[in-house]
């Protein structure tokens, strides 16, 4: 299954409510990315402009997005992303593509 990288702004509310009442979000973070099908791999707090990141999977792009839209829609974030991940080997497959085909593309200010 591909991996997604997803990454997370709280609210502010959603901050004061955490140092209010201390709480593991892990489970029911792995509980919503299960319910669509993925299995999560890593899940971390972190410091810095965003507050958490997930590595997770998903069957397909669809699933990916719709526990985005899920966790999105809670109300709980300012931010919530899903990125896809390319291992080093499909970085080096779109390389090759890039290198093998003779397609150009037209800047929109040229």
């Not at 997370?8 to 489970?27: G, H, I, N, Y």
């Not at 410091?47 to 069957?59: K, N, Q, R």
């Amino acid at each position: 299954m591909p991996l997604y990288e997803m990454r997370w702004m709280f609210k502010d509310s959603t901050v004061k409510s955490l140092a209010d009442r201390p709480q593991d979000r892990e489970a029911p973070a792995r509980e919503l990315i299960e319910g669509f099908g993925g299995k999560m791999h890593h899940y971390y707090f972190m410091l810095g402009e965003y507050d958490g990141l997930a590595i997770v999977e998903f069957p397909d792009n669809v699933s990916a997005a719709a526990t985005s839209m899920r966790a999105s829609a809670s109300g709980a974030f300012a931010r919530f992303e899903t990125h896809p991940l390319m291992s080093a080997q499909e970085a080096q497959s779109a390389m090759q593509m890039v290198k093998d085909r003779s397609v150009s593309y037209r800047a929109p200010n040229t």
